[in-house]
Every structure is written in structure tokens, then in C-alpha cells.
């Protein structure tokens, strides 16, 4: 079976820039999570959504996070303008529910230089 | 929220049981203990939890105090494989919608 699958695994881009990370959950799981990893902060949650609707993004650091889930197979994670800070490692999780164990992506390291 | 305490790291050597200590003394009624572990460059994955009873599953056992006020991780048999960063959380669905608040976490060395 295939996991969660995030893309692109890697990026590399200049302050300023739009960055899109993208995340496909697990078949049938109707709950998507976006987590962000670094050395200082650790591992946060940043929103979550049930059923395709956002449930709690009250970890999304600003304005220039934003995060879509247009149906239930598809997820993004954008940023606009991308600052240096926002280098990290973005882990997206999907679960059948949003009390069930959740099933971590690969990842995207990203790097803003 | 309530607060989970481990030590920052620990070592191992292949093939011997490990401990992994896990202190949360603030504790609700309805909190889970669950334990993610995270391999090396690799997203975290789910290990085992529990809410009163000892549990049991093919990669982990947990202990649980008779106050809750502490659990315990137990690989019976460490392999090089389950170096990781461990991590126990404290999880209440009713209360904060199923969320996952990381600290942070054990660091499993395991030597050959």
C-alpha cells in the first residue's frame, strides 16, 4: 500500500519567492495534518483538517502560510513570501480519523535562502 | 496541555531490552499515552498506546504506573533499526480535537 506521499521531497529557493509543497494522504483516511520540523522548535503542528475542512490552524505561523485541501485525495501547503526562517522539514500525516494514529509522509526539507 | 518529561537521550546495546522512561505527572482521566518514534530522516511513526492497562504489540510493549503519573517504553529486544528519536505524548481527543504536541523526545542510540 502507498503511503503518504509528499512532493517535492526537496526545495531550494530564494527569499521571496512562492513555495508549494503538496501532500496526497492516504486512500480512504479523512483526516490531513501539516507538521513542521526544526532544530530550535521541534516538531509542530501547523493545521489539520477533517473531511477536507480545516478543523484548527492556529499553529500556522502567519499570513504568508496558507493551506487548501480541495478534496480528499490532495493537500497544499503554501508560502508567500518564502523568508529564510521558513527553512524546515514540512511532514504531512493523514489518519482515518482525526483521533486515530496518524501516518507520517517522507517529507519536504525545505531550504529559503 | 498536559506536559510529558524524558531524558534526552539514551544508549543501547544490540540485542537487550530498553527502557524508555517517560514522566507526566499532570495527567488527565481522559488522556492517552501514545509513543511515535522518528528514524533518521524519516517522518515519525506510530509505536503503541495506552490509557490504564499494560499493552502489547509486535513492536513494543508500554507500561503504565497504577497512577498514570508514568509510563515506560519497552523494546525487548534492541536492533540497529530502532535507533530513533522516541517520543511519548499525552493525547486527549475530546479535549484538543486530536492533536499531536511533540516535545522533545528521546534519543535511542543502539550499539552492535
Known amino acids: 500500500d502507498a503511503g503518504v506521499i509528499q512532493s517535492p521531497r526537496h526545495e531550494v529557493t530564494e527569499m521571496g519567492q512562492e513555495v508549494t509543497l503538496r501532500c496526497k494522504p492516504i486512500s480512504g483516511h479523512n483526516s490531513l495534518f501539516w507538521y513542521r520540523q526544526t532544530m530550535m522548535r521541534g516538531l509542530e503542528l501547523l493545521i489539520y483538517f477533517n473531511n477536507n475542512v480545516p478543523i484548527d490552524d492556529s499553529g500556522m505561523p502567519e499570513d504568508r502560510f496558507s493551506a487548501k485541501m480541495p478534496n480528499a485525495s490532495f493537500s497544499t501547503l503554501k508560502i508567500q513570501p518564502s523568508e529564510p526562517r521558513d527553512s524546515a522539514v514540512y511532514f504531512c500525516a493523514s489518519s482515518l480519523a482525526y483521533q486515530e494514529t496518524q501516518y507520517f509522509g517522507p517529507g519536504t526539507r525545505l531550504l529559503v535562502l | 496541555d498536559a506536559k510529558t518529561t524524558q531524558p534526552n537521550s539514551m544508549e543501547s546495546n544490540e540485542e537487550e531490552p530498553v527502557h524508555l522512561p517517560c514522566n507526566h505527572s499532570t495527567i488527565s482521566g481522559t488522556d492517552y499515552i501514545h509513543w511515535y518514534r522518528q528514524l533518521p530522516s524519516q517522518g515519525p511513526e506510530y509505536v503503541i498506546h495506552g490509557l490504564t492497562s499494560n499493552v502489547n504489540n509486535r513492536m513494543a510493549s508500554l507500561a503504565i504506573a497504577e497512577d498514570r503519573k508514568s509510563s515506560t517504553l519497552i523494546l525487548h529486544r534492541a536492533t540497529l533499526r530502532d535507533a530513533a528519536v522516541y517520543y511519548c505524548?499525552?493525547?486527549?481527543?475530546?479535549?484538543?480535537?486530536?492533536?499531536?504536541?511533540f516535545g522533545q523526545g528521546t534519543e535511542l542510540s543502539v550499539k552492535p
Open positions: 505524548i499525552l493525547r486527549d481527543v475530546d479535549n484538543q480535537g486530536g492533536k499531536l504536541i
